[in-house]
């Protein structure tokens, strides 16, 4: 494993990669609609793609027959110019993914986008109840990881658990989504509606798997994380200490090396930076490696998500024995949780991301995910804070505020 000591200078980059920020989206353009009614909405780099009706969808049978890559390539190839795939896949590689083409794309700066008809500062649902705040299951079953990891089966594993927030009405899942872009506008805002309509997937991942422009491939893994204080001084200090933390240094580097595994033999050349930089979120401190390469002929942005997916970020390390793990110590299926969402054009461009950070919206009910990477030595009680912690994205953009749920004194 590579091993990386040195801390890093602070960064506070808004925009992980600039190479991607001037991305020119083909497709039908249409007039700024009716945004609320759209299927699919994904925010990123200075613009907003919205997904209004349905053409094609990809067909689950087809794609565990040929593959997931090849069912893309193929619907997309059908579809004819100006199509762009968009959706979901989940974390289990066995469920079924949520891919489609579109009627008509709308691809719209964001500051236009912003400008919709959605108000981010309508008046917030209010909250009915919490289920799931202090979860001593989740703290049982981090001990249990650190346990297995100590048996020298494992080396990383990524355990979650899930949060209810319940309202007195329902979701609205437009207005949570702007509320989620307005907060980290760095971030990949996004907000699909699930297949059979029972609720929509929104969330605000910091994490880019793979994006491509011209053949060039960027991928922003992130591991590692500390929470951001509200004083200027305190806050840049736990971004040092952070650099500097062994333990997160550790679980960052197993996530490093497994990109570069994965995507050396795509690419013509991979730029991987020796030491991670520092990327900041509305509520934590990331330790982030932007990997860069330049794509063989013929590969796209999907080949690349998914030959890196799911990366230590978001399962662990050996991932045979992670997904083993997290199957035996979480509850519940993770569903599109730590899948990827994004979207796809014909010449193979696109962006994928962490599914993270979110929720599934149904009526007034939203299920909330959060994860933390177990190393050896993780403590549960840290871990079960972190939790809380990144919970807090998901709060702020449900207008959920002045609620502490980490149990340390700070607003989650
Ligand atoms: C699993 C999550 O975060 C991942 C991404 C960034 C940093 C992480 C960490 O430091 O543990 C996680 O691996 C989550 O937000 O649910």
């Known amino acids: 494993m590579t091993s990386r000591t040195a801390a890093t200078a602070l960064s506070d980059r808004a925009v992980p990669d600039p190479a991607l920020s001037d991305q020119a989206l083909p497709g039908p353009v249409v007039p700024a609609a009716d945004r609320r009614a759209a299927g699919f909405r994904f925010a990123s780099y200075g613009r907003a793609l919205t997904g209004h009706g349905l053409r094609a969808r990809l067909d689950p049978a087809r794609a565990r027959s040929v593959g997931l890559a090849t069912a893309a390539r193929d619907l997309l190839a059908d579809a004819g110019p100006g199509a762009v795939l968009v959706g979901m896949i989940p974390f289990?590689?066995?469920?079924?993914?949520?891919?489609?083409?579109?009627?008509?794309?709308?691809?719209?700066?964001?500051?236009?986008?912003?400008?919709?008809?959605?108000?981010?500062?309508?008046?917030?649902?209010?909250?009915?109840?919490?289920?799931?705040?202090e979860n001593p299951g989740y703290r049982d079953a981090v001990a249990r990881a650190v346990e297995r990891i100590g048996s020298g089966d494992l080396s990383k594993v990524v355990l979650a658990r899930s949060l209810d927030a319940v309202a007195g009405r329902d979701w609205d899942a437009a207005a949570v989504w702007e509320r989620l872009h307005r907060q980290?506008?760095?971030?990949?805002?996004?907000?699909?509606?699930?297949?059979?309509?029972?609720?929509?997937?929104?969330?605000?991942?910091?994490?880019?798997?793979?994006?491509?422009?011209?053949?060039?491939?960027?991928?922003?893994?992130?591991?590692?994380?500390?929470?951001?204080?509200?004083?200027?001084?305190?806050?840049?200090?736990?971004?040092?200490?952070?650099?500097?933390?062994?333990?997160?240094?550790?679980?960052?580097?197993?996530?490093?090396?497994?990109?570069?595994?994965?995507?050396?033999?795509?690419?013509?050349?991979?730029?991987?930076?020796?030491?991670?930089?520092?990327?900041?979120?509305?509520?934590?401190?990331?330790?982030?490696?932007?990997?860069?390469?330049?794509?063989?002929?013929?590969?796209?942005?999907?080949?690349?998500?998914?030959?890196?997916?799911?990366?230590?970020?978001?399962?662990?390390?050996?991932?045979?024995?992670?997904?083993?793990?997290?199957?035996?110590?979480?509850?519940?299926?993770?569903?599109?949780?730590?899948?990827?969402?994004g979207w796809m054009d014909a010449d193979g461009a696109g962006e994928w991301a962490l599914l993270l950070r979110s929720a599934v919206l149904t009526g007034p009910i939203a299920r909330l995910h959060a994860g933390a990477g177990i190393v050896a030595g993780s403590d549960p009680e840290a871990e079960h804070r972190e939790t809380a912690t990144k919970f807090g994205t998901m709060l702020a953009g449900l207008g959920i505020t002045g609620l502490d749920i980490t149990g340390t004194g700070a607003n989650a």
């Not at 709308?106 to 986008?113: D, I, K």
């Not at 929509?200 to 893994?221: F, I, M």
């Not at 497994?258 to 979120?281: M, S």
């Open 184 to 341: 980290n506008p760095a971030g990949h805002s996004f907000m699909v509606r699930l297949p059979d309509g029972s609720g929509t997937v929104v969330g605000n991942s910091p994490e880019l798997v793979a994006g491509v422009r011209h053949g060039r491939l960027s991928s922003h893994p992130l591991a590692g994380s500390a929470a951001r204080q509200e004083d200027p001084a305190a806050d840049r200090a736990t971004a040092s200490t952070l650099a500097r933390s062994a333990k997160d240094l550790a679980e960052h580097a197993f996530v490093v090396d497994h990109i570069r595994t994965a995507l050396e033999p795509l690419c013509a050349d991979l730029d991987v930076p020796a030491v991670p930089d520092l990327l900041p979120t509305g509520q934590l401190w990331h330790l982030g490696t932007l990997v860069r390469g330049t794509l063989h002929e013929g590969l796209n942005c999907l080949d690349a998500a998914l030959a890196v997916h799911p990366t230590p970020a978001i399962c662990g390390t050996p991932v045979g024995a992670a997904r083993a793990a997290i199957a035996e110590l979480e509850p519940e299926d993770r569903g599109f949780y730590g899948g990827l969402v």
């Open 92 to 133: 289990a590689p066995d469920a079924d993914p949520h891919l489609y083409i579109p009627d008509s794309v709308e691809a719209a700066p964001l500051r236009a986008a912003a400008s919709s008809s959605v108000s981010a500062s309508s008046t917030p649902n209010p909250l009915a109840g919490l289920a799931g705040a």
